[in-house]
């Protein structure tokens, strides 16, 4: 997630009850490009730290995916160790994804989908889903994802990198309320999140990925922290 503290005059009492992610895609469509590069700064992410930190399985990946492409901070980075044809990516923001093939026009494999209903016969070594984007899934998605993401794995030596937070008492840019909801409102639209505990998610990955990888490992990261798997 986009986890500064904004402007909260908005109750946020009834916004944690039947929401889905797509209920959060008009923040995407509107927020402005150095916005979006001041959230990546006050997270810590706009040196790559988490993407450093992963260079090995980078490197090694014939095939990599990234979930949610965002402005492009990861595929920038790839893209010093990688060639655009092992580059993919999903993202879901049709105004998004128009900048992203504006921007890197040689990269054909960028495609405008929803990762829920996303449909391949492709296969990938390495998957990205950074930047807390878990949390921007309700509850009953998070784990739909995960399935998703382990039928995308090529085979056992292929990995799933999901980058949460490793505590929500301390947030950078979300908002936490109550024991599970997150959120940011801003001038340009509300994300909502739904944040796991740790024993929650270490549970949920064990179930639906085991066999395929079976060790979370927490990696310090400056400011982030991420759970390879």
Known sequence: MLATHLNTSTSVATTNKHWTNDDNQAFYENIPLDQFQKFAKTSGLHKHADLNILLPNILKANTILEVGAGYGRVIEYLLRFKSP????????SGR?????????PHLKN??????????????????????????EFSQAEQFQLLSILKNLLRDTHSKIVIDVPYSTSVSCNATVWGDHFVYINAPFGLIRGYAQKNKEFNRNAKKIIHPVATDCTGLKAEKKEAFTC
């Open 96 to 104: 998004l994804h128009k900048q992203l093939c504006a921007r890197y």
């Open 85 to 92: 044809q092992q580059i993919h990516a999903i993202e879901k």
């Open 110 to 135: 960028i495609q405008h989908d929803d990762i829920l209903t996303f449909k391949t016969e492709r296969r990938y070594d390495l998957i990205l889903l950074l930047w807390s984007s878990l949390y």
